[in-house]
């Protein structure tokens, strides 16, 4: 089945500084990648939609110069949270559609990223 | 933004009990879809629906998608301590359409 691989699982950073999580699919194409967040005990609040090689859309109340989406290519998509902030501790997931399936979603495993 | 409304918001069973949880919506939705999360993991689908009124199983699961198009829901039969985590329905208007999340059940079940 389509897997996809989402690096890092774990990351703790300093405030000020930025991190960059990848999602990659891995046996199939993805034109389009999803970016979730997700507080304790919460469910997934989707931040933006990543299309290959077009901007990301973001949704109302994400700050897309603080969350930088890149869809360089059909196997990869990348989140840089920038000058992060102790707020901005979460886990972070990544869903893939797969090429030519409306319905067709697979999940990353997630990252959990710790400000300090 | 959006969100479902899933209940119960948790719940605390006994091995081998089946187990309801119901998702609901303002909103019509033409796919349903639930999810388990495990701790530290992302979502892993568990049963995908596309037809209002159609009940669909997998394995000890069976879910249905309600008549009106704003509700579904997961019976989870003869539980097992691997059913523990957090269960979350998920709503799509239409095919390449995003997907809009429950607020979710958390499932623990004590052997």
């Known amino acids: 089945g389509a897997v996809v691989s989402q690096h890092p699982s774990r990351v703790i950073c300093k405030s000020g500084t930025s991190v960059k999580i990848e999602c990659r699919s891995l046996?199939?194409?993805?034109?389009?990648m999803f970016w979730y967040r997700q507080f304790p005990k919460q469910s997934l609040m989707l931040m933006a939609t990543?299309?290959?090689?077009?901007?990301?859309?973001?949704e109302q109340g994400v700050e897309k110069d603080k969350f930088l989406i890149n869809h360089a290519s059909l196997t990869l998509s990348t989140l840089t949270v920038t000058s992060a902030h102790p707020e901005d501790s979460s886990f972070y997931i990544c869903?893939?559609?797969?090429?030519?399936?409306?319905?067709?979603?697979?999940f990353g495993s997630g990252t959990r990223l710790t400000v300090v | 933004g959006q969100q479902l409304n899933q209940s119960p918001q948790s719940m605390f069973i006994q091995e081998g009990e089946d187990v309801s949880m119901n998702c609901t919506s303002s909103?019509?939705?033409?796919?349903w879809l639930w999810y388990k999360q495990d701790p530290g993991e992302g979502p892993v689908l568990l049963i995908a629906?596309?037809?209002?009124?159609e009940l669909t199983s997998n394995g000890r699961l069976t879910a249905q998608f309600g008549i009106t198009r704003k509700d579904s829901f997961l019976n989870i039969s003869a539980s097992i301590p691997s059913d523990v985590g957090i269960y979350f329905c998920?709503?799509?208007?239409?095919?390449?359409?995003?997907?809009?999340f429950g607020t979710g059940t958390r499932l623990l079940v004590s052997p």
């Open positions: 869903s893939a559609r797969v090429q030519g399936d409306p319905y067709g979603y697979t």
């Open positions: 046996d199939f194409q993805a034109t389009t």
């Open positions: 990543s299309n290959e090689g077009s901007k990301a859309t973001y």
């Open positions: 909103s019509i939705f033409n796919t």
């Open positions: 629906l596309y037809k209002a009124g």
């Open positions: 998920a709503g799509q208007m239409g095919g390449f359409q995003k997907l809009v």
